[in-house]
């Protein structure tokens, strides 16, 4: 069984802003009943504000979920703001999905941008990277990268869990392996410039409180923040950690792997000096 | 949670309160090895004994050809090994596209060692064609595994014919009746099945024991090795109060059966046809006319099974579902896929699997909330039925 959030059940089981709305401005529709799960989400735009919107959708419970926290996040927001809205949003908001859901709330970006490109009536030129990878959940080339980055996707597998490529037959995996592999190269140093040490420091300690500590709290240990000092993270071990022979490993495999995993790929994690 | 509706009996069972009674004695009082020389592991050699007659006696065999497994998977990959490893110049097996993962996924394996498997197909009904069964049996095959009755379904194949299809073809059959031991009758003294896969905990016995049924003169090489234990067919410690509990698990079985096909049949049908009678776009998954007398697979067009899952869930009902959402993969049941069940219906699909536990009024609280339910999704549904 999946462990939803509290967030996430009750937006399942008492959806907000479903059904049809009567003359939309604009309609972003992403999906098939073949893939099984498809969002429809209506908006009425009025001055560039979104005035009210729906959705109707087919799929699972976190599905539904993250259709409908969508349509809360969104009203009363202008275009501008909603262009800026990703599936890490979603997320955040609804406390959280399991790593396999996590294509959940992509279409829930997918679907806000494909109503707001209608909007502004932008028809994008089709290009090389619209070309579909995954022939079984007709996923492209384009949406794969963009997840990549956004998520900061280090694993084919994430990539599934995310866009549900490669779930199928599999027989692209080895494309979403080269594609991931451009991607890790692409990444940084330069995206790391753009971040202020204050920046780096507070998503640090972000990841640190939302990665890392209540998977080391479900032990009986917890992990404390001492200083960040260049690319050098120096925290502390509390509970049942410090005297945890496998603390070591610990700190490399799991707490250094998340902090490159949403920070960057160059940080060192240290433990402090008693 | 006050109530709990049970329907989920393909997946595990209840274990009679019988049968812990019988059981407990064995692991506190009564601990001792049956293989030991003193009377007080001897008492328990003795009771050991009694329980593997009567699970001989439910399906019609010898005791002598009854080895106790830790689970029906064990039971499955024994009787795949044992048939390999008896005629190593034989390289081929045949199994279908919709057994268990315990074979299934076994067969892949030795594929991936080289072996050649043929996966047989199934029609919409989730039936197989015995015509190709035959054209596919060669010098070459060492072993054909079918199942008896598809858990998700609950399709019943027509073993005893295929068993003497195969029988003529020289090579050997083995069935996974895991889930048609005890719910249908098998009689092992008028088929021709060489060997049978079944498990203690789809029949009111505990999970963590199987069962493999071995006919007197099928050649056999144990995949666990160890001790003297089963006749040196299975390697390791009895356990003991697991076997004495799955022998009190079989003579309920065999006193219910008729109750399996009268009252539990009942009761699944009249599931089925309030169903019908109550939600339009449905479809029943699989041949009405040769299925379990406990199951139900149904499939509910324009809505996903996972989100069926949870709103029965809070209403206390306990189902499963054969969609890609419940299971972590992303796509929906290769039983279901095998069938080659319309994309409308293939995300939607419920199973209801009941057992001698289930009440009437279980079944009518189920009508009452369902409706609902369902109504609920298609709501929330960007699809509808195109008039």
Same mark, same amino acid.
């Given at each position: 069984?999946?462990?939803?959030?509290?967030?996430?059940?009750?937006h399942?089981?008492?959806p907000r802003n479903y059904g049809?709305l009567?003359?939309p401005t604009v309609?972003g529709?992403?999906?098939?009943?073949?893939?099984?799960?498809?969002?429809?989400l209506m908006l009425k735009i009025e001055n560039g504000i979104i005035e009210d919107a729906r959705f109707?959708?087919?799929?699972?419970?976190?599905?539904?979920?993250?259709s409908s926290i969508l349509t809360e996040m969104i009203k009363g927001k202008t275009i501008e703001e909603a262009e800026k809205i990703?599936?890490?949003d979603i997320?955040?908001e609804?406390?959280?999905?399991?790593?396999?859901?996590?294509?959940?709330?992509?279409?829930g970006?997918?679907a806000l941008?494909?109503a707001l490109?209608?909007y502004?009536?932008?028809?994008?030129?089709?290009?090389?990277?619209?070309?579909?990878?995954?022939?079984?959940?007709?996923?492209?080339?384009?949406?794969?990268?963009?997840?990549?980055?956004?998520?900061?996707?280090?694993?084919?597998?994430?990539?599934?869990?995310?866009?549900?490529?490669?779930?199928?037959?599999?027989?692209?995996?080895?494309?979403?392996?080269?594609?991931?592999?451009?991607?890790?190269?692409?990444?940084?140093?330069?995206?790391?410039?753009?971040?202020?040490?204050?920046?780096?420091?507070?998503?640090?300690?972000?990841?640190?409180?939302?990665?890392?500590?209540?998977?080391?709290?479900?032990?009986?240990?917890?992990?404390?923040?001492?200083?960040?000092?260049?690319?050098?993270?120096?925290?502390?071990?509390?509970?049942?950690?410090?005297?945890?022979?496998?603390?070591?490993?610990?700190?490399?495999?799991?707490?250094?792997?998340?902090?490159?995993?949403?920070?960057?790929?160059?940080?060192?994690?240290?433990?402090?000096?008693? | 949670?006050?109530?709990?509706?049970?329907?989920?009996?393909?997946?595990?069972?209840?274990?009679?309160?019988?049968?812990?009674?019988?059981?407990?004695?064995?692991?506190?009082?009564?601990?001792?090895?049956?293989?030991?020389?003193?009377?007080?592991?001897?008492?328990?050699?003795?009771?050991?004994?009694?329980?593997?007659?009567?699970?001989?006696?439910?399906?019609?065999?010898?005791?002598?050809?009854?080895?106790?497994?830790?689970?029906?998977?064990?039971?499955?990959?024994?009787?795949?090994?044992?048939?390999?490893?008896?005629?190593?110049?034989?390289?081929?097996?045949?199994?279908?596209?919709?057994?268990?993962?315990?074979?299934?996924?076994?067969?892949?394996?030795?594929?991936?060692?080289?072996?050649?498997?043929?996966?047989?197909?199934?029609?919409?009904?989730?039936?197989?064609?015995?015509?190709?069964?035959?054209?596919?049996?060669?010098?070459?095959?060492?072993?054909?595994?079918?199942?008896?009755?598809?858990?998700?379904?609950?399709?019943?194949?027509?073993?005893?014919?295929?068993?003497?299809?195969?029988?003529?073809?020289?090579?050997?059959?083995?069935?996974?009746?895991?889930?048609?031991?005890?719910?249908?009758?098998?009689?092992?003294?008028?088929?021709?099945?060489?060997?049978?896969?079944?498990?203690?905990?789809?029949?009111?016995?505990?999970?963590?024991?199987?069962?493999?049924?071995?006919?007197?003169?099928?050649?056999?090489?144990?995949?666990?090795?160890?001790?003297?234990?089963?006749?040196?067919?299975? +390697?390791?410690? @009895?356990?003991? =109060?697991? %076997?004495?509990?799955? *022998?009190?698990?079989?003579?309920?079985?065999? /006193?219910? $059966?008729?109750?399996?096909?009268?009252?539990?049949?009942?009761?699944?049908?009249?599931?089925?046809? +309030?169903?019908? @009678?109550?939600? =339009?776009? %449905?479809?029943?998954? *699989?041949?009405?006319?040769?299925?379990?007398? /406990?199951? $139900?697979?149904?499939?509910?067009?324009?809505?996903?099974?996972?989100?069926?899952?949870?709103?029965?869930?809070?209403?206390?009902?306990?189902?499963?579902?054969?969609?890609?959402?419940?299971?972590?993969?992303?796509?929906?049941?290769?039983?279901?896929?095998?069938?080659?069940?319309?994309?409308?219906?293939?995300?939607?699909?419920?199973?209801?699997?009941?057992?001698?536990?289930?009440?009437?009024?279980?079944?009518?609280?189920?009508?009452?909330?369902?409706?609902?339910?369902?109504?609920?999704?298609?709501?929330?549904?960007?699809?509808?039925?195109?008039?």
């Amino acid at each position: 069984m999946w462990e939803y959030s509290e967030k996430v059940l009750d937006h399942f089981y008492n959806p907000r802003n479903y059904g049809e709305l009567p003359n939309p401005t604009v309609v972003g529709e992403v999906g098939s009943i073949i893939c099984g799960d498809a969002l429809k989400l209506m908006l009425k735009i009025e001055n560039g504000i979104i005035e009210d919107a729906r959705f109707q959708t087919f799929g699972c419970g976190s599905a539904i979920a993250s259709s409908s926290i969508l349509t809360e996040m969104i009203k009363g927001k202008t275009i501008e703001e909603a262009e800026k809205i990703t599936n890490k949003d979603i997320v955040k908001e609804l406390g959280g999905l399991p790593q396999e859901k996590m294509h959940c709330s992509v279409m829930g970006m997918e679907a806000l941008q494909e109503a707001l490109k209608n909007y502004r009536g932008k028809r994008e030129p089709i290009s090389e990277i619209e070309k579909i990878i995954c022939e079984c959940f007709q996923v492209s080339e384009r949406k794969i990268r963009d997840v990549i980055r956004e998520n900061h996707l280090t694993t084919v597998e994430e990539i599934t869990h995310y866009t549900k490529a490669g779930g199928g037959c599999g027989r692209c995996i080895p494309e979403l392996e080269k594609i991931l592999k451009e991607e890790l190269a692409k990444r940084s140093p330069k995206d790391e410039k753009k971040m202020t040490t204050l920046q780096k420091i507070l998503l640090i300690k972000d990841t640190i409180d939302r990665e890392v500590r209540p998977a080391l709290q479900r032990d009986g240990g917890d992990l404390e923040l001492i200083d960040v000092d260049g690319n050098k993270v120096i925290v502390s071990l509390r509970g049942f950690c410090i005297n945890c022979p496998s603390a070591k490993l610990t700190l490399k495999n799991f707490v250094e792997k998340k902090l490159h995993e949403f920070v960057s790929p160059y940080l060192e994690v240290i433990e402090e000096r008693k | 949670m006050d109530r709990v509706v049970y329907l989920d009996n393909n997946a595990t069972t209840q274990v009679a309160p019988e049968v812990v009674e019988e059981m407990l004695p064995y692991f506190s009082k009564l601990y001792g090895n049956p293989s030991s020389m003193y009377q007080f592991g001897g008492s328990v050699a003795k009771k050991l004994k009694e329980a593997r007659c009567k699970v001989a006696e439910l399906i019609g065999a010898e005791p002598e050809e009854i080895v106790f497994t830790s689970c029906g998977t064990e039971s499955d990959n024994t009787a795949i090994w044992a048939a390999l490893q008896s005629y190593p110049e034989k390289r081929h097996i045949i199994t279908t596209k919709v057994e268990h993962p315990a074979v299934l996924n076994y067969c892949k394996f030795w594929e991936n060692q080289g072996w050649q498997v043929t996966y047989l197909p199934v029609d919409e009904l989730g039936r197989l064609d015995l015509e190709l069964l035959k054209e596919k049996i060669t010098s070459a095959t060492a072993i054909v595994s079918i199942m008896t009755a598809n858990n998700e379904t609950g399709v019943i194949f027509p073993v005893e014919k295929i068993a003497e299809i195969v029988k003529s073809k020289g090579s050997i059959f083995h069935t996974d009746a895991v889930q048609a031991v005890g719910k249908i009758p098998i009689d092992m003294k008028h088929n021709h099945i060489d060997l049978l896969s079944f498990s203690g905990h789809k029949l009111h016995a505990p999970k963590g024991i199987g069962v493999l049924y071995i006919r007197k003169g099928v050649k056999f090489q144990p995949l666990i090795i160890g001790g003297h234990q089963e006749q040196n067919r299975r +390697g390791g410690t @009895e356990n003991t =109060p697991y %076997i004495i509990g799955l *022998g009190k698990a079989a003579e309920l079985a065999k /006193n219910y $059966l008729s109750e399996e096909n009268t009252r539990v049949k009942f009761l699944r049908d009249k599931l089925e046809q +309030g169903i019908i @009678e109550r939600i =339009p776009h %449905i479809k029943i998954n *699989g041949d009405r006319e040769a299925r379990l007398p /406990n199951t $139900l697979n149904i499939s509910f067009a324009y809505v996903e099974g996972e989100a069926i899952l949870l709103l029965l869930d809070r209403e206390g009902i306990c189902a499963s579902s054969g969609s890609a959402c419940t299971s972590g993969s992303l796509e929906p049941s290769h039983v279901l896929r095998s069938m080659g069940i319309n994309y409308n219906y293939i995300h939607g699909s419920i199973r209801f699997s009941l057992s001698r536990y289930t009440k009437e009024e279980e079944i009518d609280y189920v009508l009452d909330r369902l409706p609902v339910i369902i109504n609920h999704l298609r709501n929330l549904s960007p699809y509808k039925a195109q008039e």
